[in-house]
């Protein structure tokens, strides 16, 4: 078996090489001519048996007819039976033999010409007990040989033996019909083969086709048709174009990024080529090379300011941000945040309502989560026109020891968020048709989100174009200190 490994291992690696169609051709025809010898075979079985059965039942009834016969008068006459039935062609087709419990012959009536062989080897069939069915093989014509056996006395053993000729000529008709038919059986198998792939893959063509149009074209609008489409294919087909349209939003999101990425970048780029040309035009003064030296370092500033922001927001979201978690009292990230801002808030005549419980404590980093509300302020701040208020609320929420939690609500009386912008506040990059008039990157509150939820928490907003805007952060609740 060691030799055939090698063959089959090379015969199984072709067949996986081959193309999804071909095996399905392969495997139905290979299906449907199997199905077909099978039944064949059946087919077969049962035409043997039906023909038996008849040739059986006739020699069981001869010979039981010649052994009352024996009884009655001997084998004179068993004689008499035989000769009054020469006339009955049936008759013509059986062996009869009489033999002693020696196996010599007594009588033998051979109508048919059993030739010597096949008679030698009736003759060498032992004596059975009471009667027996005896199987001989074909005879040296190449005819089916049967016999049946009975005791017609304690000395004397009758067997009556049939040569199925015609059961033999039926049989060799119906192989030479399933031979004649078993090449058209094959190409009819090939054929619906193909016919069954061809339709079973053409969702999958139209996935190809519309693939390879994405492909050389780079128009992600295409999308693969669902018309004639059924079964397992047609979810398929659906999610594939369900793909191509997230892909084309993305895409869509990616040129946007882009512009916004370009266009922030664009000033700080510009003021850092400005002020070097002008400082080229200054060799000699030093007091315009420094402003021009600094007014670089400050583009410069704002360039790794974004670059800074957009790794932060990458790591945030990647799971690979590092934290250093410990009980932190909500009043002191909120204090820290709230004095940083105080002064921006009171240039821009906004006022500042904060309301944050003694002993409410958060599990955070203290610098991320000062990071996250900085940003939230910044932005209430930046969009609430002269006069308004900004308030800073905390509370912890009673949903069970298990499932503790504090919710930090930053609400400002602002210019709102239109609703259909709110999906996309958070994506990188992305500024509201409002929030180009102010300066930013577009990163604060994609960094916020990424931020909080890396703490395990959540984050959403509801907002009223000219009413104002809430944000809501939800953090894991820490365990209060003990009162001293």
């Not at 199987?135 to 040569?163: E, I, T």
């Not at 946007?256 to 003021?271: I, S, W």
């Not at 002191?332 to 500042?352: F, I, Q, S, T």
């Amino acid at each position: 078996m060691e030799y055939l490994r090698g063959p089959i291992r090379r015969l199984k690696h072709q067949w996986r090489a081959r193309t999804l169609g071909l095996r399905l051709v392969g495997g139905y025809a290979l299906l449907f001519t199997v199905s077909v010898v099978l039944l064949a075979a059946l087919a077969y079985g049962l035409l043997i048996y039906f023909l038996q059965k008849p040739d059986y039942g006739f020699m069981e009834a001869e010979a039981r007819e010649l052994v009352e016969a024996y009884r009655r008068g001997g084998a004179e006459s068993m004689q008499d039976v035989l000769s009054d039935s020469t006339s009955d062609e049936r008759h013509q087709e059986i062996l009869v033999r009489l033999a002693d419990t020696a196996g010599q012959t007594v009588l033998l009536y051979n109508p048919d010409d059993w030739r010597p062989a096949d008679l030698n080897a009736l003759e060498r069939e032992p004596p059975p007990a009471k009667e027996a069915w005896i199987s001989l093989g074909p005879a040296k014509d190449g005819d089916p040989l049967g016999a049946f056996a009975l005791r017609a006395s304690p000395d004397r053993v009758l067997q009556v033996g049939m040569d199925a000729d015609l059961r033999a000529d039926v049989l060799d008709s119906m192989r030479a019909t399933f031979l004649a038919i078993a090449l058209p059986v094959v190409l009819l198998a090939l054929l619906g083969g193909v016919l069954l792939a061809y339709r079973a893959l053409r969702p999958l063509r139209r996935l190809v086709t519309t693939f390879n149009a994405v492909i050389e074209t780079g128009d992600v609008h295409r999308r693969a048709s669902t018309d004639d489409v059924q079964g397992e294919f047609t979810e398929l087909v659906r999610l594939f174009n369900r793909m191509l349209a997230r892909i084309e939003r993305l895409v869509g999101r990616l040129r946007g990024t882009l512009d916004n990425v370009a266009h922030d970048l664009r000033t700080p780029m510009t003021r850092l080529r400005g002020r070097a040309e002008r400082a080229l035009q200054h060799e000699g003064d030093p007091e315009q090379l420094r402003e021009a030296l600094a007014d670089t370092l400050e583009a410069s500033d704002d360039v790794l300011q974004m670059l800074d922001a957009i790794m932060e927001v990458a790591e945030a979201e990647s799971g690979t941000l590092q934290l250093r978690t410990e009980p932190v009292p909500v009043a002191d990230v909120v204090d820290g945040v709230v004095e940083a801002y105080r002064l921006v808030a009171d240039e821009e005549g906004v006022a500042l309502d904060i309301h944050i419980p003694a002993g409410l404590q958060v599990t955070v980093d203290r610098r991320r989560m000062r990071q996250a509300l900085a940003n939230l302020l910044d932005n209430a701040v930046k969009y609430t026109p002269e006069g308004g208020r900004v308030a800073i609320r905390a509370w912890a929420r009673e949903d069970g020891e298990a499932n503790a939690s504090v919710c930090i609500a930053v609400r400002d009386d602002g210019i709102g968020i239109p609703e259909d912008e709110l999906p996309r506040i958070w994506d990188r990059l992305y500024r509201g048709d409002q929030s180009r008039a102010e300066r930013g990157l577009g990163l604060g509150l994609s960094l916020v989100k990424a931020i909080v939820e890396a703490h395990d928490g959540h984050v959403d907003v509801e907002s009223q174009v000219g009413e104002g805007t809430v944000f809501r952060v939800v953090l894991p609740r820490a365990a209060e200190r003990p009162a001293r």
